[in-house]
């Protein structure tokens, strides 16, 4: 079956604009998390769609927002890009519940801001 | 707070050559523990998990026991490939978390050269 889908793989912006990145899961898992890698930071958890339901959140700026759709599909944007946006946004889907042991990850976008 | 301390890398070993990687992690209760591994331009893969003491998560020749008295999740594998070169990450999820927050170490960067 189809793994999880992430588009844009690329993309460059500019300081101030906004960005909107998205990701398709895997059929059938209801829930979507984003997390952030950076060389620094290392891979840190931004928030978790369940239900079009926003279910956990990290610790990242109002600028940072997402939202889920009623098929699962989960996009997230930053709004007022910094040039400390720059990063791998990585997406990763699963079921729920006891049986939800595993995490499937996209490939990523990557964000450059210039 | 809960965290995940992995050894340093890079790690640089011979083909053939047996592999550990530590990873001790900090948390309450009896999280769900995995090992990812991320490959140059890809997203993370699941490696292993295990979900309870004494559990033992094993695939492509590499395994990790769950040591609850040491809280360890140590990954290890007897005979390293060219192929195996890659960045490792070992992570949990807190017990009564059923959605998607993961807790990663920073990462482990292995070469294995021929």
């Not at chain 1, 709004?79 to 946006?85: I, P, Q, R, V, Y």
């Not at chain 2, 594998?77 to 990450?89: E, I, M, P």
Request: charged share 15%.
């Amino acid at each position: 079956k189809a793994g999880v889908t992430q588009t844009p793989r690329y993309l460059i912006k500019t300081r101030g604009q906004q960005v909107t990145l998205s990701c398709s899961p895997i059929s059938g898992h209801r829930s979507v998390s984003w997390y952030q890698q950076t060389p620094g930071q290392g891979l840190q958890f931004l928030f978790e769609y369940f239900s079009e339901t926003q279910r956990n959140k990290g610790n990242f700026p109002g600028r940072f927002s997402g939202r889920q759709f009623s098929n699962s599909r989960s996009e997230m944007n930053v709004s007022t890009l910094e040039l400390g946006d720059s990063a791998l946004y990585l997406c990763a889907s699963s079921l729920v519940g006891p049986e939800a042991v595993g995490y499937t990850f996209g490939s990523g976008t990557r964000l450059t801001v210039v | 707070g809960n965290s995940v301390t992995q050894m340093e890398g890079p790690v640089t070993l011979s083909e053939e050559a047996f592999l550990t990687i530590n990873c001790t992690y900090t948390a309450t209760g009896y999280p769900s523990l995995f090992w990812y591994v991320q490959y140059p331009g890809e997203g993370l893969q699941l490696l292993l998990k295990a979900t309870k003491a004494d559990d033992k998560g094993s695939n492509k020749g590499f395994e990790a026991t769950y040591r609850k008295e040491t809280t360890s999740f140590h990954l290890e594998k007897g005979s390293v490939q060219v192929s195996d070169s890659a960045v490792y990450f070992c992570a949990f999820r807190s017990p009564g978390n059923q959605g998607g927050k993961l807790i990663f170490g920073q990462g482990t960067e292995l070469s294995v050269k021929p």
